[in-house]
């Protein structure tokens, strides 16, 4: 795994996408120094009281969710594929006075470069789009967490990601399939110069996407021996995934329509 060639591509874009995500207004890197805590509603309902606790970020790109699990009280190791995304959030750490760890790795490779378990397990938002193959990655969740911990994740629902996201919405027959909802190992190649989902700026590099299916998902998870203690799906979401879409007071952002016709997020948490 550490030899693919598609994952180096991406870590190669990631390092692009960094600086642009930090200068954006998406990421609020200025309202985090203040004080601002990134994390959802969703997450901090769910895996509820981290004080005294460790827990382990992959995928954490430059550590702002991390450090607010560390304002929260969890002692935090964070974990990303890109070099530039690990030093900035290693910078972000010391100017807020904090102490969390940061460790650059393909999470595949994890293991060589982490030992230990920890109380949780945590990952969000965007993550299983770069990953080949769930089936090792939940193997590496089921070896870091402790038995009786806790592994949470909140991703994006697949059913939500097989229409065209470049068409604007305004009714639902705007809804048009674009991509496949079940699993291709093969993945898809996207070539350069569109700006990112965070910041105007174009990323001039490619990068490589896999598509996991709900079912995959979690039969990877039962596979590596965890057990599903509970799983939710929500017809809001976090970011602007569709233009058209409108955001509610609670912050959340919703299809222009006037029932709630598809799942945009899904929560899951097992032990093992």
């Not at 970020?57 to 935090?76: E, I, N, P």
């Not at 039962?222 to 602007?240: I, K, M, N, V």
Request: with cysteine; hydrophobic share 40%.
């Amino acid at each position: 795994m550490a030899n693919d060639a598609r994952i180096a591509l991406n870590r190669a874009n990631w390092n692009e996408r960094t600086p642009v995500h930090a200068a954006s207004d998406f990421y609020d890197v200025t309202g985090f120094k203040s004080g601002r805590n990134t994390l959802s509603q969703f997450e901090r309902a769910t895996v509820g009281d981290v004080r005294g606790k460790s827990l382990l970020h992959l995928q954490c790109h430059f550590g702002l969710d991390t450090l607010s699990w560390v304002r929260l009280g969890a002692k935090a190791t964070g974990v990303d594929i890109s070099d530039e995304a690990v030093a900035l959030a290693r910078r972000l750490n010391d100017e807020a006075g904090l102490d969390a760890r940061f460790i650059r790795s393909n999470i595949y490779d994890l293991p060589a470069v982490l030992d230990g378990e920890f109380d949780i397990v945590y990952t969000a938002m965007g993550v299983l789009a770069w990953l080949p193959d769930l089936v090792s990655w939940a193997s590496l969740v089921s070896r870091y967490l402790k038995p009786g911990g806790l592994f949470y994740l909140l991703e994006i629902h697949p059913a939500s990601q097989v229409f065209d996201d470049e068409t604007t919405l305004a009714s639902e027959r705007d809804l048009n399939v674009r991509y496949g909802y079940f699993p291709d190992p093969d993945g898809m190649s996207f070539a350069g110069g569109a700006p990112s989902y965070a910041g105007e700026q174009p990323i001039a590099s490619a990068c490589h996407e896999w598509q996991h299916s709900i079912g995959e998902i979690l039969g990877a998870l039962l596979d590596a021996g965890l057990r599903l203690t509970s799983f939710a799906e929500h017809p809001a979401t976090l970011y602007r995934q569709f233009s058209g879409m409108t955001q509610g007071d609670d912050g959340l952002w919703r299809l222009p329509f006037d029932r709630d016709l598809l799942p945009l997020l899904f929560e899951l948490t097992a032990t093992k």
